[in-house]
Structure formats: C-alpha cells, structure tokens
C-alpha cells in the first residue's frame, strides 16, 4: 500500500490529477481522499525533496492506493497530472504525521470513483451472462 498526496492550485486540478491516477496509471485507491492542510503538505514535499518549493499550493488532498509504493512511482513517472502528486514513503519522517491526519480528516468534496465496483474481466461464454443478454432481447 502506497500513500499518496497530491498539491495543487485548485479543487479542479485535484480532481483531475486523482482522476489521471486511476484512469491512466491503473491505481487502484484504498481510501477516498483526504482534505490536507497546504502548508503542512508543502513543508512535507519541500522535506522529501530536499528543496524549496517554486509555487506553494492552495489546495492539497492524501489518500492510500493497494499498489506498492515502488509500483505507485513507477506508474505516476508515466503520466502528466495537472497537480504536483508525492508518493510518501513510510521512509520519511512525515509520513506518519500524515497517516495520522488521514484518520481525523474530512473527505475531498466531488470525488468519484470511475472504476466499476465489480473490478475484473467479464466471461461473455458464461451462462448467466448469455442468459442476461437473451431476456433483453426479447423484451426489445
């Protein structure tokens, strides 16, 4: 399990940036995401980083995908989001600051999952599903 924050300039470019990290990276979230204070997220970034910040962001939201944290960077690497996203590793020291503000904050308001509920392929040669299929037909 990957910790993931996200900083950004507004709601929207959060918003979609989660949005890249299912659809385009394949990551699958644990738990929805998490209003972050900005300012404790840039301190944290500007940490891990080792650097200042060239922007500070308004908006900042956290939250835990399944994957691993290696396969998590590997994936993000792949795609452009519109906000600034940090895998947090639970190497550095802000880590469980962060996974304790997880536990008290409130959910990211306009979130959704795009994913279907029932993840996994279909079996179009089952019976059920040609069953489905032929009692839609007959009632057309």
Known sequence: MALILIRGENNSK????IADIERHANLNLVT??????SNFADN????????NLKTKSTVATAFITKEDTTFCIMQV????P????????????G????MDMLEDAKDF???Y????????????????????????AIYK
């Open 95 to 98: 880590y469980i600051n962060l």
């Open 113 to 136: 999952s795009h994913k279907a509920k029932e993840s996994g392929m279909k079996d179009y040669k089952s019976k059920t599903h040609k069953s489905k299929l032929n009692k839609q």
């Open 77 to 80: 690497k792949n795609i452009h």
């Open 109 to 111: 308001s306009g979130y």
């Open 32 to 37: 929805k995401p998490k209003i972050i204070d």
């Open 44 to 51: 944290l970034v500007e940490k891990i980083l080792n650097a």
């Open 82 to 93: 519109p906000a600034h996203v940090v895998i947090v590793s639970d190497e550095y020291e």
């Open 14 to 17: 959060i918003l979609n940036a």
